[in-house]
């Protein structure tokens, strides 16, 4: 098996020749597609995040395997073993993902993915460094305790992000029946909307059972084009203001609480979002 830090590694010339593909083929539309500012803004986040999740999975792995030896199952390694890992960690993420949109201490980091105004598979690599940090690592802890390895559980991640990629494109409008099971680039487009009908939608990482089932899908409409990026009037390509956006405003209103229980409400309640509010597509400088 790869090094589980060396997966989205080796597969990023894929990334980087669908980048390629993509932006060749739109190059002369408008609104632009791409913006080279926002596009090496990405790809420093991308760096910064890798960098971050090898740091803290080094960290960290003595405590995965010290909390394996509680596993309730000796869970060997085989083709079926893997498949329900990966529809076990699917699940999971999907309500990792849907806490970092209800929970601000998690939106915190996961609103740097959402920040930009464009959508294209360079919006992929659009990740904070600061998600150990705010834990998205604790969601995973379930499979260790069930009995799967930390190193499969994290590739299992790893794969998953991986396909996640391939949704955070303009260039493919429907993929047929694959819609009513997968994630696709459709129902990805609308969870990077920030229209009132679309927001807060459509959390599946590879599936998208996990919203028909619990009641988070919306579908892609013709008549509602989507517009991409967060409710508040945020425009930067500096990586460092994208990272702490949030983690800076939270700071400045905990520290304004006068009771432990605001403050609780402050880094733990609802994010903090404007009316979502019209913006123009950014020129292509």
Not at 24 to 50: F, G
Not at 241 to 265: H, K
Request: aromatic residues 16%.
């Amino acid at each position: 098996m790869i090094p589980v830090e060396l997966i989205l590694l080796v597969l990023s010339p894929v990334f980087l020749g669908f980048i390629g593909w993509e932006w060749y083929r739109a190059r002369h539309a408008a609104p632009a597609l791409y913006r080279w500012q926002d596009t090496l803004a990405n790809a420093v986040l991308a760096l910064l995040h890798q960098g971050s999740d090898m740091l803290a999975l080094l960290l960290l792995m003595p405590f995965f395997l010290w909390l394996h030896q509680f596993r309730l199952f000796d869970i060997e390694l085989s083709v079926a073993t893997i498949a329900i890992a990966f529809l076990l960690q699917d699940f999971l993420y999907y309500w990792f993902h849907r806490a970092s949109h209800h929970v601000r201490w998690l939106w915190a980091s996961h609103v740097a993915h959402h920040s930009s105004r464009l959508m294209n598979f360079s919006t992929a690599f659009r990740q904070s460094l600061t998600y150990p940090l705010s834990g998205m690592w604790l969601f995973w802890t379930p499979m260790i305790l069930l009995g799967f390895t930390p190193s499969v559980v994290f590739a299992v991640v790893a794969l998953n992000l991986a396909f996640q990629f391939f949704v955070h494109t303009q260039a493919v409008r429907s993929l047929g029946a694959l819609e009513w099971l997968f994630n696709t680039p459709s129902h990805h487009r609308v969870h990077h909307a920030c229209n009132p009908v679309y927001i807060d939608k459509n959390f599946g990482g590879v599936l998208i059972i996990w919203d028909r089932l619990f009641g988070s899908f919306v579908a892609e409409r013709d008549d509602e084009p989507c517009r991409y990026g967060i409710t508040d009037d945020f425009h930067s390509d500096n990586p460092l203001t994208i990272t702490f956006y949030e983690w800076r405003r939270m700071w400045r209103d905990c520290l304004t609480q006068s009771s432990l229980r605001s403050l609780g409400r402050t880094l733990f309640g609802a994010p903090v979002k404007s009316a979502p509010t019209e913006h123009k597509a950014p020129s292509p400088d």
